[in-house]
């Protein structure tokens, strides 16, 4: 596609559920990278894949916070057990092996634990 | 640690004039700096970046500016534009660190006609 697409938009989930968000990353892109943020703040890396591997997941605030790439392409991240504390928007980006620092954000997943 | 900082929330410019956003960075580590914009209810846009080996880098209306060792850098948009209202995030990378961005918390921008 065009550009880095995100779904849902918008997710609301009871305190407790678990929710998977999907990211689709510009085509032919290697690097994969999620980050959350909160109101009012900027983005904060969560984790990063490199074709399929997960090469950093430093920033995963807690083991309740999952993150696949499975073939290289789409990703999928996954929280269980949701707190009220996940409430942010999740955003996913992608860059090139040339552009090596430049990363393309998609619009974001907003997540609302009630 | 906020390792990459704007202290400026918000800022406020007259179309046409030039609007300055400024940021600051603690870690020494980072070789790499980007600028991006932000509109309400989309992600992030990568506006500009520049490499440590450089202090100016210019895209058309945009320049940002590198002081190493004042570890400072700004974003310069000349003339400003209704459309430059937005919110702009300074970001800072590294070799090892992965590719991983560190941003700062953002400045809104507001051009008044």
């Known amino acids: 596609g065009a550009g880095v697409s995100q779904s849902p938009r918008y997710k609301v989930a009871k305190r407790g559920q678990d929710v998977a968000l999907r990211c689709d990353p510009i085509?032919?892109?290697?690097?994969l990278f999620w980050y959350q943020q909160a109101l009012g703040q900027g983005p904060e890396f969560l984790t990063y894949?490199?074709?399929?591997?997960?090469?950093?997941k430093s920033g995963l605030p807690s083991d309740r916070f999952f993150a696949e790439r499975p073939e290289g392409s789409v990703s999928t991240l996954k929280i269980q057990r949701t707190q009220q504390e996940d409430s942010a928007v999740y955003l996913c980006?992608?860059?090139?092996?040339?552009?090596?620092?430049?990363?393309?954000f998609g619009p974001g997943t907003r997540l609302t634990v009630t | 640690d906020q390792q990459v900082k704007q202290n400026s929330p918000s800022l406020s410019v007259q179309e046409g004039r030039i609007s300055i956003l400024n940021c600051d960075y603690t870690?020494?580590?980072?070789?790499?700096f980007l600028w991006y914009k932000k509109y309400p209810a989309e992600g992030p846009t990568f506006l500009i970046s520049?490499?440590?080996?450089?202090d100016k880098n210019e895209d058309g209306r945009f320049t940002v500016f590198l002081n190493k060792s004042a570890k400072h850098l700004s974003l310069h948009i000349v003339p400003s534009q209704p459309g430059d209202s937005a919110v702009y995030f300074c970001a800072a990378s590294w070799l090892q660190g992965a590719q991983k961005l560190v941003f700062g918390q953002g400045t809104r921008l507001t051009i008044n006609p």
């Open positions: 894949f490199q074709n399929e591997a997960q090469l950093d």
């Open positions: 520049i490499s440590s080996i450089k």
């Open positions: 085509s032919g892109h290697v690097s």
């Open positions: 980006a992608s860059s090139s092996r040339t552009g090596f620092y430049e990363q393309y």
């Open positions: 870690n020494s580590m980072f070789d790499y």
